[in-house]
């Protein structure tokens, strides 16, 4: 315990240090202005994450752990040839760490993350016709809940939920984004907003790689290391997104949110999405065994299919109280392949869409925070926050109906808005299931366990 606290002391040292050693940062990246409305400005933005867990090393994989690595690292560019057309470009890497949602362990989806790898997450053109329709083409977010919509440079908590994601994790991308077309605007003065977005959803058959040595209930044992194939896409669909929301109180501008701000608006919004892909997957699937080991290959057995449909609801409080500004989020997601993790057995299936991490499941966070009315410095706001978090998974590491409870605390120190800012946390995630965490060097199986978390952030 006293070598854990050590760590986490040394890991605030070593973030305080850095600011010290920033001198003055500018408002916004440069900007070149092309005639009186055409522009194209660049943005860096980098988020460092120091982290200890009490599990992830030793002989055992049951000793502590810490890790250091960029959380995002990234460039952007956004032009605009007038007020109407444009685009967006932006590049993030995710350098040098063996850190995923549930510990330190081989992803849940696919091992193709290759250190200080780079990535283009946002590809899409622009078109702001009026405020009732606006457009985006290209690689760009799922509108589905506002969780996935908020910027991850402004979040509430440390970091936004490791459970809203959406299915189809053939690449990291697909978690939170995906290709298509999304039309989106406001009416009643920018209260009533709606997203509708067309995208790729799934696409072929994609790859994970096992590491663990525990069962799969129906797939025989597996084999650390070795990679799975999903069973191919029954029918090349789109994916249809929509989303809607209502303020209440002021509007909230643009097409996506901010988590945390510390403007003076008063929030009261309320919002709700839906999506869904016919023939999504294939309903009766099993690996193909050599003796008691599962081959990479998989057998369908018929022509049964099954749909993906989501279904998401949010609220959002924020108001600047004269004892300071309160703010209150909660989000609920319930993505639904109709049971199909029962009879489709191939483990590939099982741990990327269908079930797994961001496949079937059903859950909810909520997080509250609160600024203190005063400042520490010339400009830095303090804000202290708790959050919960309830999930219940189809099949997760090995485990059906598994549920998951996080609950965390932690401090943001705004040292210059979102630009430049440090955050600490403490965050204890809870299985209702002992299971054994991939990546472990022998099968423990684990109910609990604790991280501590910090994140410098500066944006230019």
């Not at 850190?99 to 091992?111: E, Q, V, W």
């Not at 701000?261 to 999506?275: D, E, N, R, W, Y």
Request: aromatic letters at 14%; charged letters at 20%.
């Amino acid at each position: 315990m006293y070598a854990r606290a050590g760590r986490y002391l040394l890991f605030i040292l070593s973030f305080v240090l850095v600011f010290f050693g920033l001198s003055a940062v500018s408002d916004a990246g440069p900007m070149i202005e092309f005639g009186d409305d055409a522009y194209l400005q660049a943005d860096i933005k980098l988020q460092v994450y120091g982290e200890t867990t009490n599990f992830g090393s030793g002989r055992t994989g049951t000793d502590d752990r810490t890790d250091i690595h960029f959380q995002r690292l990234r460039l952007s560019l956004k032009g605009m040839i007038n007020d109407t057309w444009g685009a967006v470009f932006q590049t993030c890497g995710n350098c040098g760490s063996s850190k995923t949602p549930l510990g330190y362990m081989y992803s849940l989806a696919t091992n193709d993350w290759n250190d200080r790898d780079v990535r283009i997450i946002d590809a899409y053109a622009i078109g702001n016709f009026s405020t009732a329709l606006n457009v985006k083409v290209g690689l760009t977010k799922i509108p589905l809940t506002r969780a996935n919509l908020e910027d991850c440079f402004s979040p509430l908590s440390l970091d936004r939920s490791m459970f809203v994601y959406t299915p189809y994790g053939g690449s990291p991308a697909k978690f939170s984004r995906d290709t298509g077309v999304v039309f989106w605007g406001s009416f009643f003065e920018e209260r009533l907003k709606y997203w509708a977005g067309v995208f790729e959803g799934r696409e072929g058959t994609n790859r994970w790689m096992f590491g663990s040595p525990t069962e799969v209930a129906g797939a025989g044992s597996l084999t650390p290391g070795m990679t799975y194939n999903t069973s191919p896409q029954p029918k090349d669909s789109f994916e249809y997104v929509f989303r809607m929301h209502y303020a209440f109180l002021d509007p909230e501008s643009g097409s996506g949110y901010e988590g945390s701000k510390l403007g003076t608006k008063k929030i009261l919004t309320l919002g709700a999405g839906v999506a869904y892909e016919p023939k999504a997957a294939y309903r009766n699937v099993v690996p193909v065994m050599n003796g008691s080991k599962a081959t990479s290959d998989v057998t369908v057995l018929n022509d049964e299919t099954v749909d993906y449909k989501a279904y998401a609801a949010d609220l959002m409080f924020r108001y600047p109280f004269d004892f300071g500004v309160v703010t209150f989020n909660t989000q609920y997601l319930k993505v639904d392949f109709d049971d199909a993790y029962k009879t489709n057995k191939s483990p590939a299936d099982r741990n990327t869409f269908v079930a797994g991490l961001n496949g079937q499941k059903e859950g909810w966070f909520a997080k509250f925070a609160y600024i203190l009315p005063f400042t520490l410095g010339k400009e830095g706001r303090i804000q202290p926050y708790v959050l919960y978090e309830d999930w219940k998974f189809a099949h997760l590491l090995g485990i059906d109906d598994q549920k998951i409870k996080q609950t965390g605390i932690g401090l943001n120190y705004y040292i210059k808005g979102q630009q430049v800012r440090i955050t600490a946390e403490y965050l204890k995630t809870r299985f209702d299931k002992e299971t054994g965490m991939m990546g472990l060097a022998a099968p423990n199986k684990m109910k609990e366990f604790d991280t501590y978390r910090m994140m410098f952030q500066l944006v230019l």
